[in-house]
């Protein structure tokens, strides 16, 4: 199962920030730590990773003593965004999926490190686990999320961007669930676009390219000062 969630702004446009910005109100991030505690693992694009560092874990909900802890995950194809924070990344035990030259590149480079006191440029709390690579360099992400299956057992995921990774798993049609938090804030040129231009797999044609995903029946509900608006997507592909 993947489920995303975006944030919704009153410019009419789904719009995401980095961290030292929320949009939400805190009843929104308490859901979002509850939806977080009912998954195996959290997932987000390398650029999210290395503008907001998040920790992707669940600090808020331990209600009844209900404290899962989902296991972060990102995907970086090169390794880049991971080598640029180093020792300084946040999530804790993290699955790094990368393609699998990265993967070559990086075991290559360990075994011509010499000197024992040299840090690896990724702390060793992290897991690469090798995918397979598209013709445009993007990471498979039906053999992203089997490889997840297979590896490390994680059956359901929360996938909160960045909007190129959104914008991904909603066009391959591996999404199960949608949970948009609309908030009353202005943000203008501050926010970014949490999607970008969304071309179904297997489209036969520019009309079926441009026509809107259908979506299921939505079910909304007020918390704090947000509305949170919940709907199923019809899944296309099996990973």
């Not at 690896?120 to 995918?131: A, F, K, N, Q």
Request: a negative charge; proline letters at 4%.
């Amino acid at each position: 199962i993947a489920m995303i969630k975006e944030k919704l702004d009153d410019d009419d446009d789904l719009k995401q920030t980095s961290s030292n910005f929320a949009i939400s109100c805190s009843e929104s991030l308490y859901l979002t730590h509850a939806l977080r505690s009912t998954h195996d693992a959290i997932l987000i694009g390398g650029n999210t990773l290395s503008i907001d560092n998040p920790r992707l874990n669940n600090r808020l909900w331990n209600l009844a003593g209900h404290d899962h802890q989902p296991r972060p995950v990102v995907l970086d194809t090169n390794l880049q965004n991971l080598k640029e924070l180093g020792q300084s990344l946040n999530a804790k035990n993290l699955i790094a999926c990368c393609s699998y030259e990265a993967a070559t590149r990086l075991n290559r480079d360990a075994a011509s490190t010499t000197n024992e006191n040299d840090l690896s440029p990724i702390p060793d709390s992290v897991t690469i686990l090798p995918c397979r690579s598209l013709e445009d360099g993007s990471l498979d992400l039906s053999h992203v999320l089997s490889q997840l299956h297979s590896v490390f057992g994680i059956r359901s995921i929360m996938v909160e961007g960045g909007a190129s990774v959104l914008t991904a798993f909603v066009r391959d049609g591996l999404v199960d669930y949608q949970c948009v938090t609309i908030s009353p804030k202005l943000l203008g040129n501050r926010g970014l676009d949490s999607f970008g231009k969304v071309i179904v797999q297997g489209s036969k044609n520019k009309e079926e390219e441009d026509a809107a995903i259908k979506i299921g029946p939505l079910r909304s509900f007020t918390l704090g000062e947000d509305c949170i608006v919940c709907s199923r997507l019809p899944r296309i592909n099996q990973y």
